[in-house]
């Protein structure tokens, strides 16, 4: 323990981005905690998007650079509650919501998005303004405004019609105005009017549930159910969550949780060298982030499956673009499921593309790389970073003529002690997935010599990535991890130590009922405890960004 | 605060990192020009507004005498380069980026260029989707001048334009200096040092809404608890920054220092498909180019300096630069045709002609050069055989320091969308991805930001 | 209990159609193909395909000579003189065409540009529908081409009357055409014999018949392109590309029987990273069944070698889309250790084929490449060699060798039903 908090201690002293505080807990002696507070989330980019088509409809442009999201223990739902926005990013958002409010006011919108103009019996267009901003209003803000919000509304219309010459521009000048508002682009709780301290009202309810489940603000039917205070009540509840569950937006819901846990977004900025990995390009990459999470909600969501199967399937969502990685014929140039024959190295989720390319070097692989995104992605076990002074050119030397694979160049981290430490808990996983280059293509051996896929996990040897699957299927911190993730996305924080009995009540339902993943998305929809305020620790936490993966230099 | 500490050290190892981590990193001293969507160059006092242009030359090059061996700044200058030293620390080459077909025909001389300019190829003029990327940054950043982009040619033909805003409307092209001049600094110039100024209403409603925004600041930040108050903080602190920024928009825009009004220029003698005579006659149509932007009459432009299939001839050679390029056979001796090498030098020689001249023109702390972008591209590499990938690029200016110049930047296979699409987001075009099909973008090269 | 269920529902239906590998077929019924493709079959699409032969350094005692120089050799001298400077180009095509009565005519208006007229259309005539022949006619005529004159070109989008277009016409540009006549050549013995007209291969093999190069080998065109190192460059445009499958491999170095399809593709070849030919990459074919052929063939230490059969397959390249017919065809290739696939196409190249894809350069092109059309169909006439029609007496096709360069791929799709020979009218 001592040695973690010298460790902690010197990343906050460095003023460093130090390692996540993923999934464990902070344990300062035991501090106080503070009164519930409400939770405040920065939406992200898909989020934004989804709110604009949720308001405006799917026909409205939404282009532009938006503020990165931030990882905090992996996870950007995470992060999503320590960031806030910087004045370039604000200026981005002004820009996107400009071109957003010209298209809503744009001809071949106008009448379906506004739908009134000033007339004989509104001459300064006060009723009109009135109702467009009521109605955007309880989309974008997620709650009705209240009077002196639209009162003010209208009042900046009238005023801009005047200096602009229009009633146009004054109130599509208002429109950007919501869009920019914190209102829109934080979700913020609101505590409930009666009842216990730490509860939150129905709105704040909807959109926690609504986001959860669907990624996206929540819609018409939602937002009734809040404003009858149904989402008070068990039944009224279980009515939404069955509802929204059913719903083909449930597994929008379920690519979102799952782009963000496996981190796929850092695909789209992966590149291969061209000469080594020709086959590789942007299109491939692409395609191979889609490939898994179309793998994924084929077993959980559209088969209802177990999460461990993930590890054992051999269904691979896949699509023509992806043949050459695979040396597989694919037939349909859309998507199509394909199924690898009994004993075909391809099997389970750690020998799809998207994993191996993106947890590999732009030129050859990295078992260290691959065993680290495992132990802290899938295990949630915490890997430190190296230390500064390492020394690479060993392993980089990917033409020495003696140590021809690349188990043989990283001995030295396994006959080093100090790199022993970390390097036998990921180098042990990542060689066993050797059989699998850079890009994420098949090959039985580098520079002809043939590649040893043995290796241990949890002290049980193994030997090549079917086994390794069949051990993680059946590995109860590979559940567990999943179930703290999943927790962990829903409420936007880390696990404290009060929050402990709802995990493992939560672990023991999920393995009781055939690790469904689907079952677990509900269970935590319906808990009560998901929809109060939570209580911080009054000692200021140690959590970190999460540090950004470096790919220069390491194993 | 540890937490804003650490996202700082995020966003710098983001931009350090060495990973290609564009996406998401916001520019950090980016400023709004007159109407709000493009961006000002920071030279100048930030009042100096930032120009855009294509230079495009036909019949590509001959990529083993024309590619840099060494990438990065000071890079080795091949023989076809040569003629750019003078100007290199000015000039970015990028190389290596293609045109992906995509399926559809290679069209002689066509294909290139639209799907350099467009972002997608296209086996017809029909089929062209999109506006050229020029069109889309002039459409961007044109609207506070006279001009919203200035299409020349050279060699007396208006067709000659590879601007458009989609298949059937192409922009034509002034095709003679003497038409430029009497378009610009004709009867009717507007000249920007004694201009009256009206302060643009939109930039005060809209600084009334921010400020409505403003508004709630102490409310909200009395619901939420200790940590998230600072974050929220900093929210309504960049809210006030762009309050800043929209009240500059309301002042009086500075005089343009460097506008002379020139004399009207004397016609070069000669056939005009010769080098020699195009190239004189492109420096001409260059400083009134230059005057014509230091004066503010435009901020976008489009020089062609010959055209696709390049018509070029020289006095004395055997055939001309586009038949030579197929007929010429290649030198036993000297590995290359001697002909096309001469002419793709050629080529280069009036692109340092063209970069020199705008670079005479000194505005604010530096020169007109430094407060523009310019592209340069042609619409094959290798014209013998049409190649359209590793079209030749480069790039010249600063962008008011947008841009870091002077590098060789390979491409590597990728898309020369990622070149248009770069050219689009430095200019303040709010876009993030680009292209269609194999071509569809959404990266930026990254070694060009500042 | 499932699976063998299918698997008798499978053998009935292959009983019932004969098809000869419902084994295969079978066992593939509860999974994908696995990792590497079907077992013992391998398949490539080709990224070069190339007119080959010669070899024999005396073998053109010149070069033959494109329009522009049999023109201006027609010319007085002073007149030769005014138009032979490079400057004077334009202007020499513009006179020759005159003095030949070219013609060529945009279809539409508003397709690129250049210098030709837009013709006049009569009312029937749609705008960007291909025309039927009875409206060609129609248009020729509305136009003023000569009698009988007129046929679509560059890309269905004109229309022309050239000496490309019917190079019967104008005898005239075939003159100062040079054949080659060394005594080497690449190719193959087509017939067995080895007689007058055939080469001795660089390997002292005699008899090879390879007339489509005694044809054109001395175009200067024709020398540069015969070169696999400029083929391995050049990829061959996206469009159709020619796939070329082998299957029932039982071992990759000796087999004495497997069976080999030439396709044809409807999916684009596409470039990797590299600038190279994507490997590996699916193919579907081009729903033509008589684009479908099969050929047996044998390998012999590492080399393919098929028994003869007639084959169509389509070249689409740049501006030219031609059936390319090769009656007798055999293919020898090599598997190269990466994985793709070496060699060439040998037979008798109809002459109707071959010539189609001359025409669909058109008379711009030939002129700009620097080969005649003329001394082209005249040539081929004068040395087809294969396959006499009985009728006319006259030969119909010309022997031929066609190399090609070829990286790994699947044919998907069509992939199941392997019985389908070659059918059809031959052109």
Sequence with gaps: ?555 | MTKTVSRRNFLLKGALGGAAVTVGIPLLDCFLDGNGTAFAATLGGGRLPVRFGTWFWGCGMIPERWVPQAAGTGYDLPPQLAPIKAVQDRVSVLTGFDVQLDGKANLPHISGNTAVRTGEASDTWQGITGPTFDVLISDAIGSGSYFRALDLSLDGNPQTSYSFRNGSSMNASIPSPAELYQKIFGPDFHDPNTADFKPDPKYMVRQSVLSGVSEERSALLRRVGADDRSRLDQYFTSVREMEGKLALQLQKPPPAEACVRPEAPVAIKGDITDLGVRKANHKLMTQLLGMALACNQTRAFNMNFDTAAAELRRAGDTTGYHQSTHEELIDRELGYQPTVDKFATGSMEAWADFVETLSAIREGDGTLLDNMLVVAHSEVSFAKNHDVTGIPVMLAGRAGGKVKQGQHIRGSGEPISRIGLTAQQVMGVPVDSWGRGAMRSNRAVADILA | MLAERNMIKKLAAALACGAATFATTVALQAANAPTGGVPGTRAFVLNGLYIGGGGDPKGCQAQSPGNFDVYLAMLPPDKRAELSPPGKRGELQKQMWKHFGFRRMRLWPGDFGGRAETAKLPNDVQLHVKPTPEQIRAIAELNGFPKDRGSLAYMDQTIAYSSCTNPYDFPELAKGYVPYEGKFSTGMNLDGKAGSQSFTSPDGEKGVDNQLWRAVGCYKQQQEMNDPALQEKVMLSARSPTLIEVSGIDDPHNDPDVTVRVLTGADPLVRDGAGKPLARASFSLDPDPTLVNVMHGRIVDGVLTTDPADIRFVFREQIIDNLRVVRGAVIRASFRPDGGLDGGLYGYTTLTSYYDMVEHMTQDGADNVGVSCVGIRQAIDRFADGYRDRATGKFTAISSEMRFLAVPAFVVGAAASAGAQSQGTMR
Excluded at chain 1, 425 to 437: C, P
């Design chain 1, 1 to 555: 323990m001592s040695g973690k908090l010298s460790r902690l201690a010197l990343a906050v002293a460095a003023g460093l981005a130090g390692f996540g505080m993923v999934g464990s807990t902070t344990s300062f002696g035991g501090p106080s905690l503070s009164a519930p507070q409400p939770t405040v989330r920065r939406l992200t980019e898909a989020q934004y998007r989804a709110a604009i088509a949720e308001a405006f409809g799917p026909g409205i442009e939404v282009v532009g650079r938006f503020e990165p999201d931030m990882r905090v223990g992996g996870l950007a739902a995470v992060g999503a509650s320590a960031v806030s926005i910087t004045p370039a990013g604000f200026e981005q958002y002004d820009a996107i919501a400009r071109h957003i409010a010209e298209q809503v006011f744009a001809e071949d919108h106008r009448a379906e998005l506004v739908g009134c103009a000033p007339g004989s019996e509104d001459p300064d267009g006060a009723r009109c303004a009135a109702s467009f901003v009521t109605r955007a209003g309880l989309r974008l803000y997620r709650r009705p405004l209240s009077e002196s919000q639209v009162r003010g509304a209208v009042a900046r219309t009238i005023a801009g019609a005047q200096k602009l010459g229009g009633f146009d521009a004054g109130l599509q000048a208002v429109l950007v105005g919501m869009l920019t508002s914190p209102d829109f682009l934080f979700r913020i709780d609101v505590p409930a009017r009666a009842g216990a301290r730490d509860a939150i009202d129905s709105y704040s309810k909807a959109t926690r549930l609504s986001f959860l489940l669907w990624n996206a603000p929540p819609d018409d039917a939602l937002l009734a159910a809040a404003a009858s205070n149904s989402l008070d009540t068990p039944e009224g509840l279980r009515t939404q969550v069955d509802r929204m569950i059913a719903s083909p937006r449930f597994t929008e819901g379920v690519r979102a949780f799952f782009d963000d846990f496996l981190q796929l977004r850092d695909i789209d900025n992966l590149s291969k060298d061209a000469l080594i990995y020709p086959a590789f390009s942007t299109t491939v990459a692409a395609a191979a982030r889609e490939q898994t999470l179309r793998t994924i909600t084929d077993l959980l969501v559209d088969n209802k499956g177990d999460y461990r199967d993930l590890f054992t399937t051999r269904r691979f969502a896949m699509t023509r673009a992806l043949g050459p990685i695979y040396n597989v014929p694919v037939t349909a140039s859309g998507w199509s499921i394909y199924e690898f024959p009994e004993g075909d190295p391809r099997i389970g989720l750690l020998t799809q593309a998207s994993l191996l390319a993106l947890h590999s070097h732009p030129g050859r692989t990295s078992p260290t790389l691959r065993g680290k995104s495992i132990r802290e992605t899938l295990l949630c076990q915490e890997i430190s970073p190296p230390p500064a002074n390492v020394n690479f050119a060993v392993v980089q030397d990917v033409n020495n003529t003696t140590l021809k694979t690349t188990r043989q160049r990283l001995e030295a981290h396994l006959s080093d002690e100090e790199c022993a430490s970390c390097h036998k808990a990921t180098d042990g996983l990542g060689l066993s997935l050797e059989q699998f280059d850079g890009a994420g293509s098949f090959r039985s051996t580098e520079h002809d010599e043939p590649i040893d896929v043995s290796g241990k996990f949890d002290k049980v040897p193994f030997s090549g990535v079917a086994a390794l699957g069949q051990l993680f299927h059946d590995s109860p911190k590979v559940s567990q991890c999943l179930v703290s993730t999943v927790w962990r996305y829903a409420n936007g924080r880390t696990v404290e130590v009060s929050d402990r009995p709802e995990l493992d009540t939560l672990n023991a339902s999920f393995a009781a009922n055939g690790h469904r993943f689907v079952d677990l998305m509900r269970t935590i929809a319906l808990d009560p405890r998901f929809y109060l305020m939570p209580r911080v620790p009054l000692a200021p936490s140690v959590v970190a960004a999460d540090p950004q993966p470096s790919r220069r230099g390491r194993s």
